[in-house]
Antibody
Framework: QVQLVESGGGVVQPGRSLRLSCAASGFTFSSYGMHWVRQAPGKGLEWVAL????????YNIDSVKGRFTISRDNSKNTLYLQMNSLRAEDTAVYYCAKDRLIYGYGGPDYWGQGTLVTVSS | QSALTQPPSASGSPGQSVTISCTGTSSDVGGYNSVSWYQQHPGKAPKLMIY???KRPSGVPDRFSGSKSGNTASLTVSGLQAEDEADYYCSSYAGSNNYVFGTGTKVSVL
């Protein structure tokens, strides 16, 4: 069965960096687009970033452009989110999610359990 | 892009039906058939309930159905059960490799 396990969350000061990881199993990781989606405490879901099956193309929302980078290592079945210049408004549970399709046009189907990132001084 | 608009809450008695709307624009909901619905119980990860407007993944009860008209998509839960009480989110492909989620609807089973 599909399993996605995020790690790397924690408490970090504003302006600092953090790297999230998502270990995938139960499916052919290299054949699907992958997403990061976040949810601030008590708030709704917000799509953050998408990467194609081969890492050839990456996309993210405007509010994280130039600060967050999505990447993947298909040899390790792992998805990453490098987060730099963190702000208080980045505080959220970060979910990794598998897309239904190869390029990421199908939308997320399976989700991990999430990892909490708290940006606070 | 702005979040898709959903009603904050909806409710129904066991056995009744509830319908949740999800309103976007011609650049997202109205422009693509890549509309999905997710169920999220407190403290849990979202679960896919509907994709491509009206298709159900394997294992999702046929009590859940989806539709779309113009810029508005809808999720209907028929024969409400206690375990259906949760938050529901719509999402849509928004072009240029971007996605947008709805504001979320809390469904209560009275």
């Amino acid at each position: 069965q599909v399993q996605l396990v995020e790690s790397g969350g924690g408490v970090v000061q504003p302006g600092r960096s953090l790297r999230l990881s998502c270990a995938a199993s139960g499916f052919t990781f290299s054949s699907y687009g992958m997403h990061w989606v976040r949810q601030a405490p008590g708030k709704g879901l917000e799509w953050v970033a998408l990467i194609w099956y081969d890492g050839g193309n990456k996309y993210n929302i405007d509010s994280v452009k130039g600060r967050f980078t999505i990447s993947r290592d298909n040899s390790k079945n792992t998805l990453y989110l490098q987060m730099n210049s963190l702000r208080a408004e980045d505080t959220a549970v970060y979910y990794c999610a598998k897309d239904r399709l190869i390029y990421g046009y199908g939308g997320p189907d399976y989700w991990g359990q999430g990892t909490l990132v708290t940006v606070s001084s | 892009q702005s979040a898709l608009t959903q009603p904050p809450s909806a409710s129904g008695s066991p056995g009744q039906s509830v319908t949740i709307s999800c309103t976007g624009t011609s650049s997202d909901v109205g422009g693509y058939n890549s509309v999905s619905w997710y169920q999220q119980h407190p403290g849990k990860a979202p679960k896919l309930m509907i994709y491509e407007v009206s298709k159900r993944p394997s294992g999702v009860p046929d009590r859940f159905s989806g539709s779309k008209s113009g810029n508005t998509a809808s999720l209907t839960v028929s024969g409400l059960q206690a375990e259906d009480e949760a938050d529901y989110y719509c999402s849509s492909y928004a072009g240029s490799n971007n996605y947008v989620f709805g504001t979320g609807t809390k469904v209560s089973v009275l």
